[in-house]
């Protein structure tokens, strides 16, 4: 999976906020707020390209203290909204 | 006969090349022109573009998007050196073709002979707001009035009644002025202020005042049987006051540019929702709730 082209995390007034810019996305016409960890995910996937639940879950595994079984679900969450919004292929 | 004019608009300095054949159609850029020969006074800010008028036809260019807006069609696209274009049509009749550099300090408008003010105008607010989109400037879709020596915008889709609201305030408030009726440019300054400034363009009302006032409050326009004002927030004020900016988002330095100016708004200017009729009792609540 991979995030898709023309979308871009930014902070807005302190929170992570991801905006449709590009061309591809420009009317995506909504604005998608992140938690913490939303957006620690986001970050990795962008630098990684190409990424899996399993990839992203390794990350978050080594980044924060989580048991897999968290991390996992955190993970699982977070794509299958962003799937279901529309802004990951 | 080849003439450079210069002109201060939102204390930003630019320049237009043009025969002085279409003069007559630059009335509206009068209240702004600026003597550089003059050294007294303020001094002078720096370049931020220039802009060449030429008759003519570009050879063809990549398009990238096109936005339709009352008759008008925007064409954005690029050269094959990378150059943008923008390319005007009305009712499917080309107007020119404005090539700029990648950075928008140079533009080049290639007029057609067809809408050539319209051709001009555009070109000159597409410069305008790109070439400043790095400097927290901001060219907003919006009406603005002045009141007790602030400014206040006033923001909503096309056809909500940001012209008719302005016009309430100016009818039932005493002491307010029209500073702008359709395109009011803004600055944000490092310490969180900002000022809202009249420009050259100003849609179908005539109002291209040379005037400028620290901005006091943003208010997004709904239409509703009834009236109703609450005060956003974060997110909710960032989201009221981005489609109101008009840029090439897809840009990412100009993204970037618009971000920052855009942020620093919701973060330190009061914004609001007006849920409103077109009468004088909105005019007054609007008023009354946002000029404390």
């Given at each position: 999976?991979?995030?898709?082209?023309?979308?871009?995390?930014?902070?807005?007034?302190?929170?992570?906020?991801?905006?449709?810019?590009?061309?591809?996305?420009?009317?995506?016409?909504?604005?998608?707020?992140?938690?913490?960890?939303?957006?620690?995910?986001?970050?990795?996937?962008?630098?990684?390209?190409?990424?899996?639940?399993?990839?992203?879950?390794?990350?978050?595994?080594?980044?924060?203290?989580?048991?897999?079984?968290?991390?996992?679900?955190?993970?699982?969450?977070?794509?299958?909204?962003?799937?279901?919004?529309?802004?990951?292929? | 006969m080849t003439e450079?004019r210069?002109?201060?608009?939102?204390?930003?300095?630019?320049?237009t090349e043009a025969d002085d054949s279409f003069l007559p159609l630059m009335?509206?850029y009068?209240?702004?022109?600026?003597?550089?020969?003059?050294?007294?006074?303020?001094?002078?800010?720096?370049?931020?573009?220039s802009l060449n008028v030429t008759k003519g036809r570009i050879t063809g260019y990549?398009?990238?998007?096109?936005?339709?807006?009352?008759?008008q069609d925007i064409i954005?696209?690029?050269?094959?050196?990378?150059?943008?274009v923008f390319e005007f049509r009305w009712d499917g009749n080309t107007a020119g073709w404005l090539v700029c550099?990648?950075?928008?300090?140079q533009g080049t408008l290639h007029l057609s002979g067809y809408e050539v003010k319209s051709a001009l105008d555009n070109s000159l607010m597409i410069l305008?707001?790109?070439?400043?989109?790095?400097?927290?400037?901001?060219?907003?879709?919006?009406?603005?009035?002045?009141?007790?020596?602030?400014?206040?915008?006033?923001?909503?889709?096309?056809?909500?009644?940001?012209?008719?609201?302005?016009?309430?305030?100016?009818?039932?408030?005493?002491?307010?002025?029209?500073?702008?009726?359709?395109?009011?440019?803004?600055?944000?300054?490092?310490?969180?202020?900002?000022?809202?400034?009249?420009?050259?363009?100003?849609?179908?009302?005539?109002?291209?005042?040379?005037?400028?006032?620290?901005?006091?409050?943003?208010?997004?326009?709904?239409?509703?049987?009834?009236?109703?004002?609450?005060?956003?927030?974060?997110?909710?004020?960032?989201?009221?006051?981005?489609?109101?900016?008009?840029?090439?988002?897809?840009?990412?330095?100009?993204?970037?540019?618009?971000?920052?100016?855009?942020?620093?708004?919701?973060?330190?200017?009061?914004?609001?929702?007006?849920?409103?009729?077109?009468?004088?009792?909105?005019?007054?609540?609007?008023?009354?709730?946002?000029?404390?």
């Amino acid at each position: 999976m991979k995030i898709k082209k023309g979308f871009v995390l930014r902070q807005v007034c302190g929170e992570n906020v991801i905006v449709g810019e590009g061309l591809d996305a420009i009317n995506f016409g909504r604005m998608l707020c992140l938690n913490e960890t939303a957006a620690w995910i986001w970050k990795k996937a962008q630098d990684t390209g190409d990424f899996t639940v399993e990839s992203l879950t390794q990350a978050l595994c080594q980044e924060y203290d989580v048991t897999p079984e968290q991390a996992l679900n955190d993970v699982k969450e977070t794509i299958d909204n962003w799937i279901g919004i529309g802004v990951i292929e | 006969m080849t003439e450079s004019r210069y002109y201060i608009v939102a204390e930003h300095l630019f320049c237009t090349e043009a025969d002085d054949s279409f003069l007559p159609l630059m009335d509206n850029y009068k209240p702004f022109l600026h003597d550089i020969s003059r050294t007294d006074g303020e001094p002078c800010p720096p370049l931020l573009f220039s802009l060449n008028v030429t008759k003519g036809r570009i050879t063809g260019y990549t398009e990238e998007f096109s936005q339709e807006e009352e008759g008008q069609d925007i064409i954005c696209g690029h050269t094959a050196e990378d150059h943008p274009v923008f390319e005007f049509r009305w009712d499917g009749n080309t107007a020119g073709w404005l090539v700029c550099t990648p950075d928008y300090r140079q533009g080049t408008l290639h007029l057609s002979g067809y809408e050539v003010k319209s051709a001009l105008d555009n070109s000159l607010m597409i410069l305008f707001a790109m070439a400043s989109a790095c400097t927290g400037t901001a060219l907003f879709h919006a009406a603005a009035v002045s009141l007790e020596g602030r400014g206040y915008m006033f923001l909503g889709k096309s056809g909500t009644g940001k012209s008719t609201h302005a016009g309430l305030w100016r009818k039932y408030i005493p002491g307010s002025g029209l500073m702008n009726d359709d395109n009011p440019a803004v600055r944000v300054k490092p310490d969180g202020t900002a000022m809202v400034y009249g420009t050259p363009w100003s849609g179908k009302t005539p109002c291209y005042r040379n005037v400028s006032a620290p901005l006091g409050g943003i208010v997004l326009l709904s239409q509703a049987p009834y009236n109703r004002i609450t005060r956003l927030e974060g997110i909710g004020a960032y989201a009221a006051v981005v489609p109101s900016i008009s840029g090439k988002r897809w840009d990412t330095r100009i993204a970037d540019g618009l971000h920052y100016t855009e942020n620093a708004l919701a973060s330190h200017i009061p914004v609001w929702h007006l849920d409103c009729l077109p009468d004088a009792e909105a005019a007054r609540l609007c008023k009354e709730t946002i000029t404390v």
